[in-house]
């Protein structure tokens, strides 16, 4: 039974640490270790769980070498089945998440999983820039009765509206996938004023 246990504990800590890795690398690259606090701290749990789970097969191990031997037998008595089939079920998982990096890398890139506050910040500031502000313009000449003004801002306003959704979403071909309802709105989307 211990040698299951010796053998699922070894795939745990081996697919944690490379989870752990493929966090925390991206997050130094791009100097966010400091400023994103959530994905530093998901990083530290996958190490904490790999060292953990790596340190049972080590100390299962240890005996075969003649060292530390009361601790390696210890561990192996206590390994009954409850406890090879709950990690069986980890290592698993940790084998599944990897299945899913392959499906998904294209939001997995460098640390997008643990979005930078400041890509936000630059979004909005994009989306007024180039869409509030060009909405704005096209109103104001309406309004002062300038209609080529105004279609000429309304359609560089839709072209700039189209990119800035096209790199949100991702390209048609990318890795990203997504199904039927899966951009489904919470709320209707307002085409007139409220108040009319």
């Not at 700039?160 to 951009?183: F, K, V, W, Y």
Request: some cysteine.
């Amino acid at each position: 039974m211990w040698q299951a246990g010796v053998a699922e504990n070894f795939v745990v800590a081996v697919a944690y640490l490379l989870i752990a890795g493929a966090i925390i690398v991206p997050l130094i690259r791009t100097k966010q270790v400091r400023s994103n606090q959530l994905g530093t701290a998901t990083a530290a749990i996958f190490f904490t769980c790999a060292v953990h789970h790596g340190s049972h097969s080590v100390h299962m191990l240890l005996p075969i070498l003649g060292v530390d031997e009361h601790v390696g037998r210890s561990l192996r008595a206590a390994f009954d089945w409850h406890t090879v089939a709950w990690d069986l079920v980890t290592a698993g998982v940790g084998v599944y998440y990897w299945t899913l990096r392959r499906t998904y890398g294209a939001l997995m890139r460098g640390a997008s999983l643990f979005e930078d506050l400041k890509e936000k910040q630059r979004q909005a500031l994009e989306i007024n820039d180039n869409i509030v502000q060009g909405l704005v313009v096209a109103e104001t000449a309406l309004a002062f009765d300038q209609h080529e003004l105004s279609k000429e801002a309304l359609a560089t306003t839709l072209v700039s509206a189209r990119q800035i959704i096209s790199d949100l979403l991702g390209e048609a071909n990318s890795e990203t996938r997504l199904g039927p309802g899966d951009l489904r709105r919470n709320t209707p989307a307002i085409t007139r004023s409220p108040s009319r």
